[in-house]
């Protein structure tokens, strides 16, 4: 059972840059499927960005093509979020989250594993 750290997040003003970094433990990291998600204050948690098992396809929301780049390093085991050109609607708890199904998309449930958050504000 992998357990997931995530760090990296702080305040930004808008326009600026972040990079968030989710470190796992206690599994074969090559073998999920990794997503990142956020949640607003009082909003639903939603899906931000995926990508498969050896980094060769990603998938990224809408509200987040062309500004955030996920990745990963397997030998690191490590997966990341680098955020640019941030707005103030991207401000949420950025969750990092593990899947160890043959499919995992843009809904929450399809994944098993979770970390704890990382606060991300952006400023106007």
């Known amino acids: 059972q992998v357990q997931l750290v995530e760090s990296g997040g702080g305040l930004v003003q808008a326009g600026g840059s972040l990079r968030l970094s989710c470190a796992a433990s206690?599994?074969?990291?090559?073998?999920?499927?990794m997503g990142w998600f956020r949640q607003a204050p009082g909003k639903e948690r939603d899906f931000v960005a995926r990508?498969?098992?050896?980094?060769?396809?990603?998938y990224y929301s809408d509200s987040v093509k062309g500004r955030f780049t996920i990745s990963r390093d397997n030998a690191k085991n490590t997966v990341y979020l680098q955020m640019n050109s941030l707005k103030p609607e991207d401000t949420a708890v950025y969750y990092c989250?593990?899947?160890?199904?043959?499919?995992?998309?843009?809904?929450?449930?399809?994944?098993?594993?979770w970390g704890q958050g990382t606060q991300v504000t952006v400023s106007s």
């Open positions: 989250a593990a899947s160890d199904a043959y499919y995992a998309g843009t809904r929450s449930s399809q994944y098993s594993y």
């Open positions: 990508i498969t098992w050896s980094g060769g396809n990603t």
């Open positions: 206690g599994g074969t990291f090559s073998r999920y499927i």
